[in-house]
């Protein structure tokens, strides 16, 4: 699956922005899908992650801002983003992976098969 991050950029604090993430394909037959980010020397992050058998999941650090959706008949992923913090600045990126798996086993990159390039999203203060 090849996926096209998009919708990133520059906001003031409280500020929002919605990321949008196509595939090439359709994400009916996709289990899991998540966004991450990664700020400059940061290690990759956990945002937020949808898997077919289960809830939506998010990270504390975005949890009551971020709200993460699927829209199947346009093959997307979309992340809303509201109340933005400076600390929120990263690139982010969308991934997917095919199979199912374990809660603890999606929040971490290694898990995922395909990745967008990735997104700027910069919050000044």
Same mark, same amino acid.
């Given at each position: 699956?090849?996926l096209q991050?998009?919708?990133?950029?520059w906001v003031?604090?409280?500020?929002s922005?919605?990321?949008s993430?196509? &595939?090439s394909?359709?994400?009916s037959?996709i289990?899991v899908?998540a966004?991450?980010r990664?700020a400059?020397g +940061?290690?990759?992050?956990?945002v937020?992650?949808?898997?077919?058998f289960?809830?939506?999941?998010? &990270?504390d650090?975005?949890k009551g801002?971020?709200?993460?959706?699927?829209?199947s008949a346009?093959?997307t992923?979309?992340?809303?983003?509201n109340?933005? +913090?400076?600390e929120d600045?990263?690139v982010?990126?969308?991934?997917v992976? +095919?199979?199912?798996?374990i809660?603890?086993a999606?929040?971490?990159?290694?898990s995922?098969d395909?990745?967008g390039q990735?997104?700027?999203?910069?919050v000044?203060?």
């Amino acid at each position: 699956v090849q996926l096209q991050a998009s919708g990133g950029g520059w906001v003031q604090t409280g500020g929002s922005l919605r990321l949008s993430c196509a &595939a090439s394909e359709s994400i009916s037959s996709i289990n899991v899908m998540a966004w991450f980010r990664q700020a400059p020397g +940061k290690e990759r992050q956990f945002v937020a992650v949808w898997r077919s058998f289960g809830t939506t999941t998010y &990270a504390d650090s975005v949890k009551g801002r971020f709200t993460m959706s699927r829209d199947s008949a346009a093959n997307t992923l979309n992340l809303q983003m509201n109340s933005l +913090k400076p600390e929120d600045t990263a690139v982010y990126y969308c991934a997917v992976r +095919k199979t199912r798996i374990i809660l603890s086993a999606s929040t971490t990159p290694g898990s995922y098969d395909s990745w967008g390039q990735g997104t700027q999203v910069t919050v000044s203060s």
